[in-house]
Nanobody, 127 residues
Framework: QVQLVESAGGLVQAGGSLRLSCAASGRASFSSYTMGWFRQAPGKEREFVAAITWSAGTTYYADSVKGRFTISRDYAKNTGYLQMNSLKPEDTAVYYC???????????????????WGQGTQVTVSS
């Protein structure tokens, strides 16, 4: 049973920064997994933000966050991070971390391809 717990969401002014954490548990190793971040604002569909492969550290970003957000992971802590800089009001959403076991038939940006999800953490960016 893989469990994911997000933390460190909060309220920040436009232009500010915030770092989200996603602590993973339930496996001896996550080297065969991909961790992704998705967000969902009220009335909108869940959208891809960023993803990272646990072993190689290959990263992927949505165009809307490139140059502002950085995804990373800490092997020793089994924890993923999403560093968010230059935040904009349109970044306001509930942010979810997700994970899936690697396979040939998967797309990193598709929420349907992830089978483990955290509870989500609220990020609010004020004007």
């Amino acid at each position: 049973q893989v469990q994911l717990v997000e933390s460190a969401g909060g309220l920040v002014q436009a232009g500010g920064s915030l770092r989200l954490s996603c602590a993973a548990s339930g496996r001896a190793s996550f080297s065969s997994y991909t961790m992704g971040w998705f967000r969902q604002a009220p009335g909108k569909e869940r959208e891809f933000v960023a993803a990272i492969t646990w072993s190689a550290g290959t990263t992927y970003y949505a165009d809307s966050v490139k140059g502002r957000f950085t995804i990373s992971r800490d092997y020793a802590k089994n924890t993923g991070y999403l560093q968010m800089n230059s935040l904009k009001p349109e970044d306001t959403a509930v942010y979810y971390c997700a994970a899936r076991f690697l396979g040939l038939n998967y797309y990193y940006a598709s929420s349907l391809d992830y089978n483990y999800w955290g509870q989500g953490t609220q990020v609010t960016v004020s004007s």
